[in-house]
């Protein structure tokens, strides 16, 4: 077994690694239990569980970052939360209250120190809280029970050399109905695209690009990160939908380049035949955190952004930004960053 003394922080990606607690509560006749930190790494549930047959699951993703001075910042988990909690009600699961959501975090956090990346590797330690509806079941209904999880992995900085610009190509396959769960982050949708990805990156690309299923004209969604782009006259835009996933990432983008660059900063449509009016394009979420968007390859039409090998300015200083406060190097707006150590 993997231990900590084994981690190389240099060469870390993006893997599953066995940390040494996670936090695990379970739902019952109408209320969590107490909610408990365990060594098991294994889940011991019904064969008719609803998460297995009808995909009635969610979950989240957010990172704790060491600090320069040792501290430990979590980064918006109020966000992953509320979020958690929307995509729960549109599955008929129970929410965790935010309190109860944030203190796991920090158990978890607290608990499996060893494992957080140091200050200066570009690494994190990578939460992901989940929640399953489980008890024995066959029809198609709500689950009697559920389980509410949260599990930590370290992982290294998504770029072991600098910003490197990807290319991706638009996908014939939606990755959501216009009034499906496209909002919601739930494992349906990335069951729904796992073809599709395979197809793009068969294809040399780093992952789809998936357009709005409606009309299939805009930019939705690039694989599993969100679309922003900056155009030629310096607006910062991301796209305006009821079916992309809202990620705090992206949120936090919005408000920095304005805040912070002074752009006028919005969502809008994103026409996929009319990317001439970005200088500068990028992939932005949790584990992605920026990646700069070199081209997007649609039908047989190959559209370059800022260059296909170097990162544009504008999207530098939104990583620097974004990244300076998530590691406590820069002053977080309020209520951002909570210290758990
Ligand atoms: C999680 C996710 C994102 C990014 O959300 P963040 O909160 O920024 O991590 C974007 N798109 C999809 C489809 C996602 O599942």
């Known amino acids: 077994m993997m231990t900590v003394k084994d981690i190389d922080w240099r060469t870390l990606g993006f893997g599953y690694i066995r940390t040494d607690l996670r936090y695990l509560s379970h739902w019952r006749e109408g209320a969590w239990d107490a909610g408990t930190l365990t060594e098991d790494n294994r889940l011991h549930i019904s064969e008719g569980s609803a998460a297995l047959h009808y995909g ?59 494992y957080l990346p140091p200050y200066g590797t570009g690494g994190a330690l990578y939460l992901r809280p989940f929640m399953i509806g489980v008890g024995d079941n066959l029809g198609v209904h709500s689950a009697p029970e559920f389980l509410f ?87 910062f835009v991301t796209p305006r939908s009821p079916s992309i996933l809202p990620g705090i990432t992206r949120a936090s983008l919005l408000h920095l380049a304005r805040e912070r660059l002074g752009l006028d900063a919005r969502e809008d449509d994103v026409y996929v035949d009319r990317l001439g009016e970005f200088s500068e394009a990028g992939a932005c979420g949790t584990a992605a955190v920026i990646t700069p968007i070199g081209g997007i390859q649609n039908g047989d039409h190959f559209h370059v952004f800022y260059s296909e090998t170097e990162v544009g300015p504008v999207t530098r200083r939104l990583y620097d930004e974004l990244t300076g406060i998530q590691f406590g190097d820069r002053e977080a707006p309020e209520g951002w960053t909570l210290k758990v150590q």
Do not use: W
Request: hydrophobic share 35%; glycine share 10%.
């Open 149 to 235: 999880s949260i599990f930590c992995v370290p992982v290294g900085a998504y770029f072991k050399g600098g910003l490197t610009p990807t290319n991706f190509v638009v996908s014939r396959y939606d990755r959501a109905a216009p009034n499906g769960t496209g909002a919601a982050k739930v494992g349906g949708n990335y069951a729904a695209s796992l073809l599709p990805g395979r197809e793009a990156k068969a294809r040399g690309f780093g992952d789809a690009i998936y357009l709005d299923p409606e009309t299939h004209t805009k930019i939705e969604e690039v694989g599993s990160a969100n679309f922003f782009g900056i155009t030629r006259d310096g607006r």
């Open 56 to 114: 009635q699951q969610c979950f989240e993703g957010l990172k704790a970052y060491r600090c320069r001075d040792g501290s430990v910042n979590l980064f918006r988990p109020d966000q992953n939360a509320a979020r958690m909690a929307r995509s729960c009600a549109r599955l008929l699961m129970p929410t965790v209250p935010t309190e109860t959501f944030i203190e796991a975090c920090r158990q978890v956090v607290l608990a499996n120190l060893d």
